[in-house]
């Protein structure tokens, strides 16, 4: 299982970008996924979430400018940024809960290997 991200780029503040995050291998099912950011010199964090039923959950920092939303078709997750600002500059990541053959009903956290946002002042 291998999740790739990708959309990440240098935009102005204010501006937007959408990253997109698929899934593939031998899945079964895919539970929560998310996207998370590390900014220089700071810890990980949750942005976003959403869970296969389509329940969301936002990062106070982001709300109001951030969509995230999946596509269960083709096992991909969205994040849609509008009005970045610098604070949003960091290495995205996205991350899912796959259940996949060959584990029963066991699920593991998957990981995508970072999107670096830039966004300029």
């Known amino acids: 299982v291998q999740l790739q991200a990708s959309g990440g780029g240098l935009v102005q503040a204010g501006g937007s970008l959408r990253l997109s995050c698929a899934a593939s291998?031998?899945?079964?099912?895919?539970?929560?996924m998310g996207w998370y950011r590390q900014a220089p010199g700071k810890e990980r964090e949750l942005v976003a979430e959403?869970?296969?039923?389509?329940?969301?959950n936002y990062a106070d920092s982001v709300k109001g400018r951030f969509t995230i939303s999946r596509d269960n078709g083709k096992k991909t997750v969205y994040l849609q940024m509008n009005s970045l600002e610098s604070e949003d500059t960091a290495v995205y990541y996205c991350?899912?809960?796959?259940?996949?053959?060959?584990?029963?009903?066991?699920?593991?956290?998957?990981w995508g290997q970072g999107t670096l946002v830039t966004v300029s002042s």
């Open positions: 991350t899912a809960n796959i259940r996949q053959t060959g584990l029963g009903m066991l699920t593991r956290n998957y």
């Open positions: 291998g031998s899945i079964i099912s895919i539970n929560r």
């Open positions: 959403i869970t296969s039923d389509g329940t969301t």
